[in-house]
Nanobody, 124 residues
Framework: QVQLVESGGGLVQAGGSLRLSCAASGSRLSIRGMGWYRQAPGKQRELVAAITSGGSTNYADAVKGRFTISRDNAKNGVYLQMNSLKPEDTAVYYC??????????????????WGQGTQVTVSS
């Protein structure tokens, strides 16, 4: 299996910054895309930012210019620097990976590997 562990959430005032981190682990792990999603109460989970193994990035319009996604391929890590935070950024943030891992003599590929989520709360 692929394990994703997030950290870095918390409570911050509007205009402040937070940096989220996610570390992936697994047997003979090969990761293609990684991304951050968020889910606010009563809303569907939505893509915040994504990054390919080559470093190409994609952002939701709501966070362009404020958030920056990056990754460290050697550490199987992905990061989200969030600046100029707004109350509407309040949500549980989830790390996602599109990856291949090895188990029991076989390689498995999937795009639905998720972390446990980390709460980000922005006060006005």
């Amino acid at each position: 299996q692929v394990q994703l562990v997030e950290s870095g959430g918390g409570l911050v005032q509007a205009g402040g910054s937070l940096r989220l981190s996610c570390a992936a682990s697994g047997s003979r792990l090969s990761i293609r895309g990684m991304g951050w999603y968020r889910q606010a109460p009563g809303k569907q989970r939505e893509l915040v930012a994504a990054i390919t193994s080559g470093g190409s990035t994609n952002y939701a319009d709501a966070v362009k210019g404020r958030f920056t996604i990056s990754r460290d391929n050697a550490k199987n890590g992905v990061y989200l620097q969030m600046n100029s935070l707004k109350p509407e950024d309040t949500a549980v943030y989830y790390c996602n990976a599109d990856a291949t891992y090895y188990s029991g003599g076989y390689y498995y590929t999937g795009s639905d590997f998720w972390g446990q989520g980390t709460q980000v709360t922005v006060s006005s």
